[in-house]
Structure formats: C-alpha cells, structure tokens
Nanobody, 120 residues
Framework: QVQLVESGGGLVQAGGSLRLSCAAS????????MGWYRQGPGNQRELVAT???????NYADSVKGRFTISRDNAKNTGYLQMNSLEPEDTAVYYC??????????????WGQGTQVTVSS
C-alpha cells in the first residue's frame, strides 16, 4: 500500500507564506515526477508545479517567482514553499507523485488535499 499525506495548509493573510509537505510511504521502489495541483471554488483542478527526480522544475505562470517546489529523495517527501500569497491562491492543494511500487508497478498517486485560505 502506498500513501501520500499532505500537511502545512491553513489560513494566512495576503502577502504571507506557507510551506506544504507531501510525504510518501509504503512499499516504494522509486518516485519519479512529483507535483502540486490546486482546485479553487468553482474551478477545475490545475497544475501548480512539478519536479522530476533530478530536480528539474516547472511552474504555472501564475505562481512563478512566488512558489518554489522541492523534494528530498531520501525522505520520499516533496515540498511547496509559497510566498507572497494572494487571495487568488485560495484552494485545496493536492500532491501527486508517479511511484514505482513492489505491488502495483508504476502509477500515479494523489494525496487527500490540504486547504489553503488567503485572506485579503
């Protein structure tokens, strides 16, 4: 069984910062791409940022220069540092990872989501 567990969401004022974490556990052989997605009220889920195992990153235009994605391969954990937060960043944030496991081979996994609310 493989699980992704997110943490670090909460309520913050505009201009503030939050750091999200995504910890993978279970019978993991390796993790390739990790990513963060978000879904705001009435919106579709959208890509925020991705990072491959080698550290190459990709960001949505709306978060470039404000958010930083990173990972610790030894800990099977990914992070999203969010600075200069805006009310438009309010959403449920989901972690996604492509995980090679002993039981299921390579497949994508999703976390349960963590709420981020930015007040104006």
């Amino acid at each position: 069984q493989v699980q992704l567990v997110e943490s670090g969401g909460g309520l913050v004022q505009a201009g503030g910062s939050l750091r999200l974490s995504c910890a993978a556990s279970g019978s993991i052989l390796s993790i390739s791409t990790m990513g963060w997605y978000r879904q705001g009220p009435g919106n579709q889920r959208e890509l925020v940022a991705t990072i491959n195992r080698g550290g190459m990153t990709n960001y949505a235009d709306s978060v470039k220069g404000r958010f930083t994605i990173s990972r610790d391969n030894a800990k099977n954990t990914g992070y999203l540092q969010m600075n200069s937060l805006e009310p438009e960043d309010t959403a449920v944030y989901y972690c996604n990872a492509q995980i090679q496991s002993m039981t299921f081979g390579l497949r994508p996994y999703w976390g349960q989501g963590t709420q981020v609310t930015v007040s104006s």
